[in-house]
Nanobody
Framework: QVQLVESGGGLVPAGGSLSLSCAAS????????MGWYRQAPGNQRELVAI???????NVADSVKGRFTISRDNAANMVSLQMNSLKPEDTAVYYC???????????????WGQGTQVTVSS
């Protein structure tokens, strides 16, 4: 079983910064992509940013230039630095990882429990 444990988040005024981290643990062969998604009340879950094991990134247009995703492959961790936060960034942020299983190497998605980010106007 694989677990994703998130940390960070909280309440910050508009224009402020927050950092999220996510650590993967358990038995697996390899982690492919790791990323962050968010879901605001009444909205669907949306991609924020994703990073491959090779370091290639894909960042949503809505946060491009403000959010930076990074990864520590040795520690199986992914981080999201969020700057110039806006009230519309308020959401529950979820860590995601595509993990290859130990024996079959079949991929499977895992999710963290979510962490609340609230940006006050």
């Amino acid at each position: 079983q694989v677990q994703l444990v998130e940390s960070g988040g909280g309440l910050v005024p508009a224009g402020g910064s927050l950092s999220l981290s996510c650590a993967a643990s358990g038995r697996f062969f390899k982690i492919n992509a790791m990323g962050w998604y968010r879901q605001a009340p009444g909205n669907q879950r949306e991609l924020v940013a994703i990073i491959t094991s090779g370091g290639s990134t894909n960042v949503a247009d809505s946060v491009k230039g403000r959010f930076t995703i990074s990864r520590d492959n040795a520690a199986n961790m992914v981080s999201l630095q969020m700057n110039s936060l806006k009230p519309e960034d308020t959401a529950v942020y979820y860590c995601n990882a595509e993990v290859l299983r130990v024996v079959t190497h079949n991929p499977r998605d895992y999710w963290g429990q979510g962490t609340q980010v609230t940006v006050s106007s």
